[in-house]
């Protein structure tokens, strides 16, 4: 059986990391097959919004740690593992135009916790929790986590998470700013599922460009993203939903975007 399922229905691919017996870590297998996920969801028009979980009781305990060869210290190349798994991971979801939703069910550790963090729009279950697992093995974090984590929580929270690596409960998660809703687990894919869903019926262009404006906010200074805005708005303006939604907005009617 493969590591991860995918499902794609009503505009939306659903991805749900599955390896249970072991908390969903990554082997190569699992990031190999979530790359081509996503792929697929950055070349199928039909899919207009990701929805990111796993299965059982984690998220995900991020690298699969029996899977890295036990070779003597300096034998074995630990960032080969970084850019050849998770580096494509992270690229493709900052990168893919649609918005992701990532459905936190559980624990949620290492490279799986900065998975989550990369994830446009976070839910988490009131029983989910975030571990910077690295320092506990003596690495560093990776998967984006030294890029989101100090811009979401601040330096001080990103520096404790990091060199402590204490687990963060979802309600801190959500206070701190990494998370943005804590849902009953009962009612966390079902509210997962509503969201995409409902953003796959939105202007699927206009929320790809927001999210290009939002990468680039992250190295831009005032002047240059306000360029960003203005070449980007430029590119918004010319599509068929912003037509269809200024027309909707006058008729007083609801608009029926295609995602064009
Ligand atoms: C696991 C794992 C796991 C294998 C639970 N691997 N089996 C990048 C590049 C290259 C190399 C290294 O790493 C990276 C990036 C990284 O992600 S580094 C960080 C790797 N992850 C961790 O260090 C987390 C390790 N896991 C844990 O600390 C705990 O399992 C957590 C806190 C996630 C959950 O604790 P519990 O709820 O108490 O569950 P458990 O520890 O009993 O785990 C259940 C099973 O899952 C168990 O197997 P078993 O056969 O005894 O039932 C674990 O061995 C297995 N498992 N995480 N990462």
Redesign the pocket.
């Known amino acids: 059986m493969s590591s991860i399922l995918t499902d794609q229905a009503e505009g939306v691919l659903s991805i749900t990391l599955h390896r249970p017996e ?2 969903n ?1 990554f082997n190569a297998e699992m990031a190999s097959a979530m790359q081509a996920a996503l792929q697929t969801a950055a070349s199928d028009a039909a899919v207009r919004a990701v929805l990111l979980t796993g299965s059982g009781r ?1 998220f995900s ?6 899977s ?1 060869p036990n070779a003597e210290p300096g034998e074995f190349d ?1 960032g080969a ?2 850019r050849g798994q ?1 580096n494509p991971i992270i690229r493709a979801i900052r990168e893919l135009e649609k918005p992701v939703v990532c459905a936190v069910n559980g ?1 949620a ?3 799986g916790a900065n998975l989550a963090f990369a994830c446009d729009i976070v839910l988490a279950a009131r029983e989910a929790s975030f ?1 910077q ?2 320092c ?2 003596g ?1 560093i974090p ?1 998967s984006s986590g030294t890029f989101f984590l100090p811009r979401l929580a601040g330096f001080a929270r990103a520096s404790g998470m990091m060199l402590l690596g204490d687990k963060i409960s979802a309600e801190q998660a959500y206070q701190w700013g990494l998370v943005w809703q804590v849902i009953d687990a009962a009612d966390l894919l079902q509210q997962a599922r509503d969201l995409a869903g409902r953003l796959a019926t939105q202007p699927t262009r206009g929320l790809g460009l927001t999210k290009r404006a939002l990468n680039a906010s992250f190295h831009n200074d005032l002047t240059a993203q306000l360029n960003v805005e203005e070449a980007l708005q430029r590119e918004a303006g010319r599509t068929r939903d912003f037509a269809e939604g200024v027309r909707a907005f006058l008729a007083k009617r609801q608009p029926v975007f295609e995602g064009r």
């Open positions: 072991v908390l870590a984690a305990a991020g690298q699969d740690l029996a890295v630990i593992i970084v998770y624990v550790a290492g490279a571990i697992a690295f506990k093995i690495l990776d």
